[in-house]
């Protein structure tokens, strides 16, 4: 049995750019494709090079694709290297990239040992082979690949080809990552990371998950990923198929939150010059997320409660019960325990909607380890996500900050930290690439104000034995405010 190698054209990576801007074609011989061949050429019989190009379209193209595969043939000791024009007229369209590879990989290849070079490519690219290892992980003759040259080039070492696994329980979820408020794009963001801390909370969700009619309160501060676990809980639950749907309570005032909500009829006040559906309505056998549901004026929290109770709604300017049939998870940084105590959130809704509350820690409660492990996480994934070349260190002084920082704006703020790295650094990241809004922030060694109310929050917490809501009730404060203050 044969053994072929497969990948797709790295165009940023397998050329070099003329400084002049000519057409003059550079192949890169330090690019990914010479850099295996270099090392691994041996373990191929013959590579079947795909390109998302359709033949004889863009004859400059036709050169230049050609020119590589001479040249990878040259280098290849003269073994074959098939060009695979792939006709992919859309680089985003996931499932027309899967089919194609689809078509190579199982029906052209079935009787062929294959390995799969995962070379730096766009997220959809990417995706699709992940779905394609999915439904293939039990086939003995297929496996993937990828490698990071620079990590290993600079330190003189050879850069191994690092098997790539695939977590099949993600596939069904994955196959739907679909956000109606992103266009109906596919979230390559597949699976999420999951450190000591937040391991219960994803066990309790996979359970949730099981019994689609059930309500959920996700609480946390700002960042923490509230509204990806409710799309995770989306994802692999039977409402999977069904649309995905986020109702921002914090960005509308209570007039046009009642119209995105329910809906209205044509003729419904000034202004209605049409039916239109709301958020309910349009999400119907799916899920609708209110994010910031501690911002929902007191009227609608009244007439979202009842909704709650009797499954119907009504468009505005109707009489004509419909039927709710859709999936309510919510979303506060506060806690609405404290929020109801204080007469400031609907009783009834509360209890409705807390039939299961998950709360997220602060990326700060996390222990040192996880937070490293979180930084480790996004410097994997953004690489891959923005299109550029993986940074394999930051050094001692950069990774002594990053962890001692207290990062307010949680994993949002460590993701859009490595994105400046990725945006900024080439190399290593080092102290002076951080930020200087974070250098600005450093919290001073003197007590300050700030240091004397933290020291004061985990002495209560410690009290009241690690209770959260119970110390946010001595001190007379937000649960989410204690939150910020601990360790």
């Not at 590589?68 to 990239?97: C, P, Q, W």
């Not at 695939?166 to 992103?182: E, K, L, M, Q």
């Not at 550029?388 to 307010?408: Q, S, T």
């Amino acid at each position: 049995m044969s053994n072929a190698l497969v990948s797709w054209v790295a165009t940023g990576h397998d050329f070099i750019r003329p400084k002049d801007n000519s057409t003059e074609i550079i192949i890169n011989e330090n690019g990914p494709h010479f850099s295996l061949y270099r090392d691994f050429g041996q373990d191929f019989d013959v590579h079947y090079l795909l390109s998302q190009y359709r033949e004889r379209e863009n004859l400059e193209m036709d050169v230049k694709l050609n020119r590589l595969r001479v040249a990878l043939e040259h280098s290849f000791n003269n073994k074959k290297v098939m060009l695979m024009y792939m006709d992919i007229d859309d680089i985003l369209s996931i499932g027309t990239i899967k089919n194609k590879i689809d078509e190579l990989i199982k029906i052209k290849l079935d009787r062929t040992n294959v390995q799969i070079f995962v070379s730096p490519g766009t997220p959809s690219m990417q995706t699709a082979w992940y779905l394609l290892g999915c439904d293939l992980f039990k086939r003995d003759t297929i496996s993937f690949f990828r490698r990071r040259e620079r990590r290993f080039i600079e330190g003189g070492l050879t850069p191994p080809k690092e098997p790539i696994e695939f977590d099949v329980s993600h596939y069904a979820g994955v196959t739907n990552v679909r956000d109606n408020n992103a266009g109906g794009h596919l979230n390559t963001n597949l699976k999420p990371k999951i450190t000591t801390k937040l391991k219960p909370i994803y066990t309790k969700a996979v359970q949730l998950a099981g019994n689609d009619k059930t309500t959920i309160l996700i609480q946390g501060d700002s960042g923490t990923g509230k509204t990806f676990l409710a799309k995770y809980i989306h994802n692999i639950s039977n409402r999977k198929n069904k649309p995905f749907s986020i109702l921002d309570c914090s960005a509308y005032n209570e007039t046009m939150l009642e119209h995105k909500l329910f809906g209205y009829e044509k003729g419904a006040f000034s202004g209605a010059t049409k039916l239109h559906t709301g958020v309910l309505e349009q999400a119907k056998g799916g899920t609708v997320v209110f994010d910031a549901i501690d911002t929902l004026p007191k009227h609608l929290q009244a007439r979202l409660n009842t909704v709650l109770n009797e499954k119907v709604f009504q468009r505005i300017g109707s009489d004509r019960n419909l039927p709710l049939d859709v999936r309510i998870i919510a979303t506060s940084t506060e806690d609405l325990w404290l929020l109801r105590d204080a007469d400031a959130f609907h009783r009834e809704l509360h209890y409705r909607l807390a039939v299961a509350e998950l709360q997220l820690p602060s990326f700060f409660q996390m222990q040192r380890k996880e937070r490293k492990a979180w930084v480790n996480y996004f410097m994997e994934t953004t690489y891959t996500k923005l299109g550029v070349d993986y940074i394999g260190e930051i050094d001692k002084e950069a990774w002594d900050f990053i962890l001692d920082y207290h990062f307010d704006g949680n994993l949002k703020e460590v993701e859009n930290m490595v994105e400046i790295f990725y945006t900024f650094c080439e190399k290593k990241v080092t102290k002076a690439d951080i930020p200087r809004q974070m250098i600005k922030g450093e919290k001073s060694p003197v007590l300050s104000l700030e240091s004397a109310m933290k020291k004061h929050v985990n002495a209560v917490v410690e009290q009241c034995e690690g209770n959260i809501s119970q110390a946010a009730k001595y001190l007379g404060v937000y649960r989410g405010t204690v939150s910020k203050y601990l360790k």
